[in-house]
């Protein structure tokens, strides 16, 4: 950390210069107050250690010009005349702590290790902030977007169910978090279960909760989703692959605004608004016998639909560098930047995991690209050749120099988009490719995949 150090008694500055830097932080010195204002304008400091009784101008009223400047800066104020009256009102213009003279070597470094470890656990909560500020934030000017976010906060304010049909990756979460955080419930709990990603057994004690010796290792009682969202909003996500003994509790939980835990027999009333989401076509389903048509009618109040990219590439610029700065803030990494025919090549493409897999390919850019920019050679990399349908990616134009760079780029190119296309099953690119399984692994290790 930075610190500055104010005494007009040279031993005490030099001391605390000596104990501060060992501790491997950064000092500088002042000898009196208006010395100390003039650092603090000229320089940028984490905390401060200054006397109160100095020439010309006192700590007291230093301590209230620098906070004026820097009111972040945390100030230790010193004295060797201390009372409880002057501690008062140094914490009363803004100071962070009080020490007495002389200075106690293990209590000052005690101060200043609780210091170091409370700022970096604020700048954690302020990066975790901001992440979630990112992360949560539907991205987007084009005219579709513009709609959904019309329907959504038309529907937000009311108690009415919504169902959010999308295509994987499309942002149907999102929706639902706009949703409860434009709602009146915003302040209470957003709870959310992949049905999905949980076996049928389990979603009803994961829903519903269970008591005590319900089944084997139940060894205590556990509240259910429905109950930890309580005053606020559940969100079923992929709600078309719940099993359909559970879809008939669900629905008899709609019904009632009752559910009873697994193993008890006392029902539980509830106040959570039910938001719901699929990305597939419930009334097929209905057709095959695989979703109950009267939960799909109690699910469906309000039916909102979310485009896929394929439909918006306009907000590839805008989600782009949506994605660069989550990887900067999530990374503590320098922004970085994509050229113009960059994005046009990302334009290009189809994208049939969505927004979900553009923010994937962001990412790996931002992590495997050397320098601050991006260029539409990365692109053509990532997207295995495919982000141009106007023409190969690989032309006597390229950047690189010598056409053995140029072969090694279109191999490398052509390894990625069979590995993709075969979902990483190395059989099925030995078999595509036409080449035994030895020689691919000794060209993976060639191009670092």
């Known amino acids: 950390m930075r610190f500055l150090v104010v ?3 040279t031993n005490v500055c030099s001391s605390l210069k000596w104990l501060l830097t060992q501790e491997g932080h950064k000092v500088q010195t002042g000898s009196n107050g208006n010395a100390a204002v003039k650092l603090v304008q000229e320089n940028e400091f984490d905390a401060a250690f200054m006397d109160v009784m100095m020439p010309e101008l006192n700590g007291l009223d230093a301590l209230k010009k620098i906070l004026e400047i820097a009111p972040q800066l945390k100030v230790f104020m010193i004295s060797g005349q201390a009372d409880i009256e002057m501690a008062v009102k140094a914490t009363k213009y803004g100071a ?3 020490l007495e003279k002389p200075l106690n070597p293990e209590r000052t470094l005690l101060e200043v290790r609780k210091l170091v470890e409370q700022t970096k656990a604020q700048k954690e909560i302020n990066s975790l902030k901001k992440l979630a500020d990112v992360d949560y934030r539907i991205v987007g000017d084009s005219l579709v977007i513009k709609n959904l976010l019309e329907i959504v906060h038309r ?3 009311s108690e009415g169910r919504i169902l959010i049909f999308g295509e994987n990756g499309t942002g149907k979460e999102l929706v639902a978090r706009e949703i409860h955080k434009t709602s009146a419930r ?3 709990p957003f709870v959310q279960l992949n049905c999905a990603a949980i076996p049928g057994e389990l979603i009803e004690s994961e829903l519903f909760g269970y008591e005590k010796g319900a089944f084997t ?9 429905i109950e930890q969202a309580e005053g606020g909003t559940l969100f079923l996500d992929e709600v078309g692959d719940m099993a359909l003994e559970t879809q008939a509790k669900l629905l008899r939980v709609l019904q009632e605004n009752e559910f009873f835990r697994v193993g008890s027999t006392k029902p539980i009333k509830f106040n959570v608004r ?3 989401a699929t990305n597939k076509d419930l009334s097929a389903e209905i057709k095959q016998g695989r979703f109950r048509e009267d939960l799909y009618f109690r699910l469906n109040v309000i039916p909102v639909n979310v485009p896929p990219l394929r439909e918006r590439l306009e907000d590839i610029p805008d989600l782009v560098s949506h994605f660069l700065q989550r990887y ?3 990374n503590g990494k320098k922004l970085k930047k994509l050229s113009d025919k960059s994005i046009q090549m990302l334009q290009n493409y189809h994208w049939p995991g969505n927004v979900r897999e553009l923010g994937n390919i962001i990412e790996r850019l931002a992590i495997m690209t050397i320098g601050d920019n991006i260029m539409e050679q990365d692109v053509s990399l990532v997207l295995g050749g495919t982000g141009d349908n106007n023409e190969n990616a690989f032309t006597s134009n390229s950047s690189f120099t010598s ?11 052509i390894l990625l988009k069979a590995l993709k296309d075969c979902e990483g099953n190395i059989s099925k690119v030995s078999s595509m490719l036409q080449t035994d399984r030895a020689n691919l692994y000794k060209k993976f290790k060639k191009y670092g995949i």
Do not use: N, T
């Open 217 to 225: 290792g139940a060894i205590r009682r556990k509240p259910g989703l």
């Open 96 to 98: 962070y702590d009080f």
């Open 403 to 413: 056409l053995k760079d140029q072969m090694d780029q279109v191999e490398k190119a």
């Open 328 to 330: 900067s803030i999530k």
């Open 274 to 276: 039910i938001l719901a």
């Open 186 to 188: 915003a302040d209470a």
């Open 7 to 9: 005494d007009d008694d």
């Open 155 to 157: 529907a937000a304010p």
